[in-house]
């Protein structure tokens, strides 16, 4: 019979986990459309909000590792191709930002504004300056580090600012998610 409730415990978890991933493509594309869209038009100082480090951020926050993993290579790869010049970077500094938020949730609280600013600023820090060092190697060129973090810290600022904006949403989507997943690996059926 034990079996029996594992079998119906794994069906719920992936109906679970396929629904969440659903939604999460939706939030991707939405978030895409912004990017490209409405973003590339507000600029700040030609500067623009890099909003996909923020989504890759709170999957691994309120998710789990092995959804922020599936979506850093996924949504990596997918903006690789469409504005990169090699594909790769772009997957594997959003998988050690996936990471770092599970490690991020273990240190700090997601109730608090100024923890998820706080966690914006390093990993928007950790992917650009990890994106610009491996594209540097990569293409053997000398790295401007003054221009570098003049556009950084306008991008830090305009992807706090997003995030303090829309903090309420994300929280709320954030608990959800995570009800969601936990909700269906918590569920336990004995006969």
């Not at 986990?17 to 973003?39: D, E, G, P």
């Not at 790295?143 to 903090?167: C, G, P």
């Amino acid at each position: 019979m034990r079996k029996v409730g594992n079998i119906r415990k794994q069906k719920v978890s992936v109906a679970s986990n396929l629904i969440v991933s659903i939604i999460l493509i939706f939030v991707f594309i939405l978030i895409y459309f912004l990017q490209a869209c409405v973003f590339s038009n507000i600029t700040i100082d030609g500067v623009k909000p890099n909003l996909f480090v923020i989504f890759i951020l709170i999957i691994g926050l309120f998710g789990n590792n092995t959804l922020s993993l599936l979506f850093s290579v996924i949504c990596g790869i997918w903006i690789d191709s469409i504005y990169g010049e090699v594909i790769g970077i772009t997957p594997a500094m959003f998988c050690l930002i996936g990471f770092m938020a599970t490690w991020f949730d273990s240190l700090w609280s997601k109730d608090e504004k100024i923890s998820i600013v706080i966690m914006v600023i390093i990993a928007t820090f950790i992917f650009e300056f990890g994106s610009y060092f491996l594209r540097s190697v990569i293409f053997d060129f000398e790295m401007e580090l003054l221009a570098f973090f003049k556009i950084l810290a306008i991008e830090e600022l305009y992807n706090v600012l997003l995030t303090i904006i829309f903090f309420g949403l994300i929280k709320k989507l954030g608990y959800s998610m995570e009800r969601k997943l936990k909700r269906s690996n918590m569920y336990t059926v004995e006969l």
